[in-house]
Each structure stands twice: as C-alpha cells, then as structure tokens.
Nanobody
Framework: QVQLQESGGGLVQAGGSLRLSCLASGRATQSYAMGWFRQSPGKDREFVASISRDAGSTYYADAVKGRFTISRDTAKNTMGLQMNRLESEDTAIYYC?????????????????WGQGTQVTVSS
C-alpha cells in the first residue's frame, strides 16, 4: 500500500519562504513520477509542479515558475517543494501526489496516490 505524507506547512508573511516535504512509503514509489497540487477555498485543485522518477525533469505551473523549486531524493523516498517569494495567492492546502502511470504530468487524473495535504497560509 502506498502512503504519502506531507509536512512543512504553516503561516508565513508575504515575501517569505517555506519548504514542504513529502515522505512516500510503499512498494515501488521510487519509480513514480511525483507532483504537488494545491487547493484554495472555493477553487478547484490546481497543478503546482511535477518531477520525473529520476528527478531529471521538472515542470511548473506558470503561477509559481521562478519562485518554487521541486526536488526529490529517491534514496530517502522524499520529495520537496521550496517556495520563495510567497504571495497571498499561494495560500492553499498543498497536496503531494504520485503517478505510477504517467511521467511529468500536470493532470490530477493521472495521479493515483495522494497525501492528506498541508496548509500554507501567506499573510499580506
């Protein structure tokens, strides 16, 4: 059984930084593409960033490009999201996701495994 657990959320002032982490457990998770999504109240879940199974390729939503950096450590089965220059619009619950079937995808339907989410609140 695959489990994903996010950590690192919190309250930060606009312009500040936070680092999210996702710990994956279960079979074959090192071979999965991974991604981050977020959801704000009243909005649909949206893609943030994804990373390939070998960490060789990354893909970002335009809204976070240049401010967020996705990474992973396959040996430790962890994934990170470094978030810099945070804006109030970044306030959301952030979810870690894993895909066993697709590489570097922004489509949430292509992810089979999801964490419970971690809250990020950016105060202006």
């Amino acid at each position: 059984q695959v489990q994903l657990q996010e950590s690192g959320g919190g309250l930060v002032q606009a312009g500040g930084s936070l680092r999210l982490s996702c710990l994956a457990s279960g079979r074959a998770t090192q071979s999965y593409a991974m991604g981050w999504f977020r959801q704000s109240p009243g909005k649909d879940r949206e893609f943030v960033a994804s990373i390939s199974r070998d960490a060789g390729s990354t893909y970002y939503a335009d809204a976070v490009k240049g401010r967020f950096t996705i990474s992973r450590d396959t040996a430790k089965n962890t994934m990170g999201l470094q978030m810099n220059r945070l804006e109030s619009e970044d306030t959301a619950i952030y979810y870690c996701a894993g895909s066993a079937t697709h590489a570097l995808t922004e489509n949430s339907a292509n992810y089979q495994y999801w964490g419970q989410g971690t809250q990020v609140t950016v105060s202006s």
